[in-house]
């Protein structure tokens, strides 16, 4: 059965400091993850997905099929990122549905 | 249209009552999907919708849950005989059929008492 680990629930770190958060999966097919973050008093939103290979708001994550994981990096962490961060994997055959990771709330010291 | 509205934001109900979420996708989106979150989780999910056809439903949707789209625009979700373990916060999304996107909603948190 497909699953979604995030193994820190709680994470912090200084302004300025490269920041990790861990995800990985067990999925059988073939895998299609994706970054979800929720802002304080906000929707939960896409950050950004593996297939697209993009930086978004400083973020990349790359999805490493030999450690089934696809962790979340930023280098200069800044206080507008602390924020619920949770890993998702697309799963099934036509619709997007998701399996969400319990999340990880990073938290930005000044 | 601001995005995908759902309401109540917030209902409170005592064990064995029915409750009744709404949810409203962005209108051109023909998926809508319903999850679960209970307090350290991610999001669980429950159901899907493609137009007015409900194609798929979790396990964890038991007999006491029921969704529609009677007309392929709003949802709703409905839970009969509420239970304690019921308490979560109830999200709605929806996206294009073509698009990887899924767009949320505010949620709905229910409290059993």
């Known amino acids: 059965a497909q699953r979604v680990t995030q193994p820190e629930k709680l994470l912090s770190v200084f302004k300025g400091a490269p920041v990790e958060l861990k995800c990985n999966y067990s999925y059988s097919g073939s895998p299609e993850l994706f970054w979800y973050v929720q802002y304080s008093r906000q929707r939960l939103q896409l950050l950004l997905r593996h297939i697209s290979r993009e930086s978004i708001k400083g973020f990349t994550a790359d999805l490493n099929k030999g450690e089934t994981s696809f962790h979340l990096k930023k280098p200069f962490a800044q206080e507008e990122d602390s924020a619920m961060y949770y890993c998702?994997?697309?799963?099934?055959?036509?619709?997007?549905?998701?399996?969400f990771g319990q999340g990880t709330r990073l938290t930005i010291n000044p | 249209d601001t995005g995908v509205s759902q309401d109540p934001r917030h209902k409170i109900t005592k064990r064995g009552q029915n409750v009744t979420f709404r949810c409203d996708p962005i209108s051109e989106h023909n998926r809508l999907y319903w999850y679960r979150q209970t307090l350290g989780q991610g999001p669980e999910f429950l159901t899907y919708f493609q137009n007015e056809a409900q194609l798929e439903k979790s396990r964890l949707l038991s007999d006491r849950f029921s969704a529609e789209r009677p007309k392929g625009s709003f949802s709703t979700l409905e839970i009969q005989r509420t239970e304690q373990g019921d308490s979560a916060m109830y999200l709605c999304?929806?996206?294009?059929?073509?698009?990887?996107?899924?767009?949320f909603g505010p949620g709905t948190r229910l409290t059993v008492t």
């Open positions: 998702a994997l697309k799963y099934g055959q036509g619709a997007q549905k998701l399996v």
């Open positions: 999304a929806s996206s294009l059929e073509t698009t990887y996107e899924q767009y």
